[in-house]
C-alpha cells in the first residue's frame, strides 16, 4: 500500500525527504504524495511539511495497527498482521484465525485483552495501550516433540531486540524457558500453544506479553515485575519494537528449522540466560531442590549440576525454575 510505503521511507529517514523524491522512489505522482501524506496526518503522524524541503515524520501515534508496524518491518517472515483495539486473547484469536485460514507469518496484535493467558492456567493482565500483547501463528512442518524449542527462540529474539533497542544496559536476560529479565525483574513471558492432528502439527501459536510502558505494578508482583519504562526511564516506542521481535524471530526461526533443535543457536542462547553458572531452585511436583544451571542442550532441555556433581536435564513444561533468593 502507498501509504505504508509512504511511511517506511519517512521512518527510515531523520532528514527532510521532497515529494518529488518519494514520488520517484514509489512511482505515483506527487499529488499522490500529498494526499497520502494528509491521511498520515489524519491518523495522528506529525509530518512537518516544508516548502522546498519536503516532509519529515516528528512524530508517530502509539499505536500498534498493522501499517505502523509494517512500516518498522523489514522482514518477509510476517505475511499479515490482524490487530484489534481490544480482544479476549491474542492466542485465541490466532487460533481461530488459524481455523479461518491465516497462513503461517501471521502476527495478531492487541492493545487491550480481555481475557490475557498466562502460563499454568493464570491469567495475564492485560490493560489497554501501555504494554505489548501479540501472537505470532505459524504453521511449521516439524516433529511435535521439537516444538517448545520455538518458545526458546522467541526468548532470544525478543533479547536480542531488547538489547539493540537499549544498547547501553546490560541487562536483557533469559530465564529459562519462557521469560525475558530486566535488571532481575520478568518483563516479557511467553505461552506457546500447539494444535495437532494425529501426530501432526496444525498450527503453533507463540502469545508473547512485554510490559513496554507499564507505569506501575500492583505491590503483589512489582517485586518480581518491571517494564522497559520502569527500567530504563523511557517510553519505548512500541511498533518498533514489535517489528525487531518479528525480524529477530525470523531469522532465529530460519537457523532453527534447518536442524529442529538448537545445535546452530546454542551458544548464542546461553550467553543470554541469567540463569548461567547460578544456584537455582527446581520445583517438580511440589518438590523443591537446588543445582547450577549449566546451560541448555541441543534438545532445549537445562542441564544442572547437582551438588555431588551429577548432571541433569531439566525438561520444560514439566518444572519450574526460580533463583535461591529471588526471582532469577
Ligand atoms: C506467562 O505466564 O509468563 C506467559 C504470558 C503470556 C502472555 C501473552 S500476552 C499475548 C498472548 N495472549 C495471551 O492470552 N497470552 C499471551
Redesign the pocket.
Known sequence: MIRDDILTLLNNTEDFLSGQEISEKLGVSRTAVWKHINSLKNMGYDIESVNNKGYRLLSSPDLLTADVIMSYLKTDFIKEICYYPKT?????RAKSLSAEGKPSGTLVI?EE?T??????G?A?I?PPKEAI???LLIKPDIDVVNASMLTLIAAMAITKAIKELFPKNNDCFIKWP??VVVGGK?I????TEMTTEADYIKDVVI???INANTKKFDKEISDIATSLYLAYGTNVNRAELVALVMEYLGRYYEVYLKTQDMSNLLDEYNSMLVNIDREIMIIENEKEWHAKALGINDRGALIVETSDGTKKEIISGEVSVRGIYGYV
Open positions: 479476549d486473547s491474542t492466542n485465541i492487541a485483552q481475557a490475557g493467558k498466562g502460563r499454568r493464570r495475564w492485560s500483547y501479540m501472537s519462557n521469560d520478568k516479557c513471558g511467553i505461552l502469545g508473547i506479553g
